[in-house]
């Protein structure tokens, strides 16, 4: 069982930043991944970010929408992740949730996060608001 706990949302202009944080805890593995996806009102959740935590290293992924904009990192053995929004447009908006699965290859990330239904943990959420 693994638990994540998000913080760090809130309401920003568009340009500015936010960063999210996501508490995890319990058996928390090499070869797991963590993501961050989001769900704007009406819409589907979308992965935003994933990144692997191996024994090969970090590996991370990013969606188009945010590439460039957006990065995730962890630290203290993936016990806290991060994901840096930079240039926030009003379309970031939504409920940011930090998610956990076992990763069986680090090089299917964008699979991965393409497929929010194959994600294992979820957390409560985080409300992100962008205004223009």
């Known amino acids: 069982q693994v638990q994540l706990v998000e913080s760090g949302g809130g309401s920003v202009q568009a340009g500015g930043s936010l960063r999210l944080s996501c508490a995890a805890s319990?058996?928390?593995?090499?070869?797991?991944?963590f993501g961050w996806f989001r769900q704007a009102p009406g819409k589907e959740r979308e992965g935003v970010a994933v990144i692997y935590y191996g024994n090969e290293g970090d590996r991370t992924y990013y969606a188009d929408s945010v590439q460039g904009r957006f990065t995730i990192s962890q630290i203290n053995a993936a016990s806290t992740l991060y994901l840096q929004m930079n240039s926030l447009k009003p379309e970031d908006t939504g409920m940011y949730y930090c998610?956990?699965?076992?990763?069986?290859?680090?090089?299917?990330?964008?699979?991965?996060?393409?497929?929010?239904?194959?994600?294992?943990?979820w957390g409560k959420g985080t409300l992100v608001t962008i205004s223009s």
């Open positions: 998610a956990a699965r076992e990763c069986q290859n680090r090089y299917l990330l964008r699979t991965y996060l393409s497929a929010a239904g194959t994600w294992t943990y």
């Open positions: 319990g058996n928390i593995a090499k070869n797991y991944c």
